[in-house]
């Protein structure tokens, strides 16, 4: 690929927010009320919602995959109404020409963001991730550059990153490609939805006991259970959760805030749950972590939706303290 060299700063008005496949998934494309937050406001204040090609065409696998376990349904119809779906509501950025070709090269040379990936477990699924990565990426470069917009980067994917940000070696690279001072515009939403709610949003503090009433709910306990024991799960924790297993609310963590966008609250938490049944201890801990991100209603203060954002397994508490229980 050649190397970019326009030197004009970037429109810093109007973003290109651009979505991995997790956080596509996880904002519940097309129909989801996350979805629809992030594209009517990102339309009220000019931004732009884009995917790179590799990750339509990752969704659209994935998709039409999913029907093929439906019976009645057509996967090729399924995958036709999605694909238009995600041209309509999205802005597809086109692979750039050599990319390819360039991601084989890095992925045989280790070489970020390939050259994070494990070797552990099947190689041929670890080579196609490194390499939808490593295209991802240059896709991002080039949006960026051609566009001459600020560009957030909502990803949840490890080989990114290095803590919050893009991994020094790839802001080298993009220093390099783009120029240093506009580089500084290109950047990664590792906490990828709630980060950008928390930006549009109103701030509001809400009652600790309000919370965790709202975290204890049936519905939060639900949607979490559904996540960790469907077959085909966007995260696992580190142990399988057996179907007969039940989850016990055993605290929250984190700061009573929440976000306001239109007429609904956006509630990030972190809530600890206790997991009960027979198999349980042949997979070590017998506590899961989650991060979820709750959907209120106003008044009266009800979960409206669910969105698991990932799932770990913890030691048993020993500060007690933390936690609102």
């Known amino acids: 690929m050649e190397r970019m060299t326009n030197s004009h700063l970037p429109d810093t008005e109007r973003a ?9 998934e996880l904002a519940g494309f097309p129909d989801g009320s996350v979805f629809r937050t992030l594209h009517t406001t990102a339309n009220l204040y000019g931004h732009t919602l884009a995917v790179p ?41 086109p692979t750039p020409e050599g990319a390819a070709e360039e991601a084989l090269d890095r992925v045989a040379g280790r070489r970020l963001p390939a050259g994070t990936m494990s070797v552990d477990g099947d190689e041929g699924k670890v080579e196609d991730h490194a ?22 980067f909502l990803s949840g994917d490890q080989h990114f990153a290095a803590r919050s940000a ?26 990828g939805i709630p980060a950008l709610l928390k930006r549009w949003g109103t701030q509001v503090t809400l009652d600790t006991a309000e919370l965790s009433l709202l975290a204890r709910s049936d519905s939060v306990t639900q949607q979490v259970r559904s996540v960790i024991t469907e077959p085909v799960r966007p995260f696992a924790p580190d142990f399988p959760v057996p ?46 972590m989650t991060r979820v991100l709750l959907e209120v209603s106003g008044e009266p203060k009800l979960v409206r939706g669910v969105t698991v954002l990932d799932v770990s397994t913890v030691e048993p508490p020993t500060a007690r303290g933390r936690y609102e229980t």
């Open 16 to 24: 290109l927010i651009v979505l991995d496949t997790d956080q596509l």
């Open 166 to 191: 893009f991994h020094p070696d790839l802001r080298t690279e993009a220093a390099q490609r783009l120029g240093a001072e506009r580089s500084l515009f290109l950047c990664l939403m590792k906490n």
């Open 131 to 152: 390499i939808r990565d490593t295209i991802a990426w240059l896709t991002l470069l080039d949006a960026f550059n051609s566009r001459n917009q600020m560009l957030w």
């Open 243 to 288: 179907s007969t297993s039940l989850l016990a609310f055993d605290g929250r963590l984190g700061r009573p805030l929440a976000y306001q966008v239109d007429d609904r609250l956006w509630v990030p938490s972190r809530i600890r749950y206790r997991v009960y049944g027979e198999e349980h201890t042949r997979f070590g801990s017998s506590f899961i």
């Open 53 to 93: 090609q590799v990750v339509a065409m990752e969704h659209l696998t994935q998709h039409r995959l999913g029907v093929q376990q439906l019976p009645g349904r057509s996967p090729e119809a399924a995958t036709q109404r999605r694909c238009e779906a995600l041209h309509a509501l999205l802005t597809v950025l």
